[in-house]
């Protein structure tokens, strides 16, 4: 089995989660930099923009980074449940003074088919490339791995990791259901285990034929620790990254990571159309209380809901948002990245 830590030369089992919209190359480049894995997600930005966030990472750090992509199925604009969605969330727009789009976009375009973005992965070749919602087919996985890529694949149940295994992928991350941001499922539509992060790590371990990354619920060395003792190899932490300074997080997501509401995070498929953790906002709860419509296909539904949150901001609402967080989030520490991994690497050892 993949000696990942040696492998990759990490001085600290600590791996940084990519956080598409929050991560940075000054993020991901402190992280590595301090003996962790520093991750930058890409699944939000164009060719262009991820060529240049790679190549900025690398100006900023010499050690080896891992690079997110989603493998979502793409989505089909113009269905009537985008309509009814539009339609189910206009009584908010108008509460903010403000219009709803007529038609949803997709925003975000899966890898799955993104032959562009797959060949700028084989030519700048970062350490890692991991995978979320989804993997590729075997031979890109197979072609990406030839190249002396690492690859992970995210995973929230047992037969998930089978398929990821099947794809040939080298390293599973366990995403507990405690995990802040989105789910990694498969099929967003299966039932949900909602297999907490021990058990997940437990169920793999007991069978691996690959490494085993926890993820899901880990803010501090302590929780570090226990992951390991539970076979991990490393620990992957998202939500405590969030309030370091070099993170892209608004201020507003700030203020909520601070605020007595962190301690109240609930999965949805609200903002997204997919199933994701966050700190509950007058969106979610308003969709919790619809019962004649389903959030659009995700992306679509993720299209409205940041105009919907940008209604809230022009009439000076900053507090209303994607606030991706785990259910830790109330241990999250406000501290420049280095300092954050030389911390918990501290408490580790305690």
Request: glycine share 8%; proline share 7%; hydrophobic share 45%.
């Amino acid at each position: 089995m993949l000696d990942l830590i040696a492998q990759l030369g990490l001085t600290h089992p600590i791996i940084q989660s990519p956080m598409a919209g929050v991560s940075t190359p000054q993020l991901a480049a402190a992280v590595s930099n301090a003996g962790g894995l520093g991750s930058l997600g890409i699944g939000a930005s164009t060719v262009a923009q991820a060529r240049e966030a790679i190549e900025a990472t690398r100006q900023l750090t010499s050690r080896p980074f891992n690079v997110n992509v989603f493998c979502h199925a793409p989505a089909t604009p113009g269905s009537a449940r985008d309509a009814a969605w539009i339609a189910a969330l206009t009584p908010l727009f108008k509460q903010q003074s403000s219009e709803p789009p007529t038609q949803l976009r997709e925003i975000y375009r899966s890898f799955l088919g993104d032959e562009e973005s797959f060949q700028l992965l084989l030519d700048l070749k970062p350490a890692v490339v991991s995978f979320h919602f989804n993997v590729p087919p075997p031979a890109q996985v197979g072609a990406l791995r030839a190249a002396g890529i690492i690859t992970f694949a995210s995973v929230t149940c047992v037969e998930e990791a089978a398929q990821a295994t099947a794809a040939g992928v080298d390293v599973l991350v366990a995403q507990g259901h405690e995990a802040g941001g989105h789910r990694g499922m498969f099929d967003p539509d299966a039932l949900d285990e909602a297999l907490s992060m021990p058990v997940l790590v437990r169920r793999l371990v007991r069978d691996a034929t690959r490494p085993v990354i926890a993820a899901g619920g880990i803010m501090d060395g302590q929780g570090i620790r226990a992951a390991l003792d539970l076979g991990a190899v490393a620990a992957q932490l998202g939500t405590a990254f969030v309030l370091c300074p070099e993170s892209a997080a608004a201020e507003g997501y700030r203020t909520a990571m601070k605020g007595p509401g962190n301690a109240h995070t609930r999965m949805t498929r609200a903002l997204s159309g997919r199933p994701a953790r966050g700190i509950v906002n007058p969106l979610i709860d308003y969709a919790d209380t619809l019962t004649d419509a389903d959030p659009a296909d995700y992306p679509l539904a993720y299209d409205i809901a940041k105009q919907l949150f940008a209604a809230y901001a022009a009439q000076g609402r900053t507090d209303v948002g994607a606030f991706w967080a785990g259910r830790g989030a109330p241990l999250a520490r406000e501290l420049p990245a280095q300092a954050l991994v030389s911390l918990l690497a501290e408490e580790m050892t305690r």
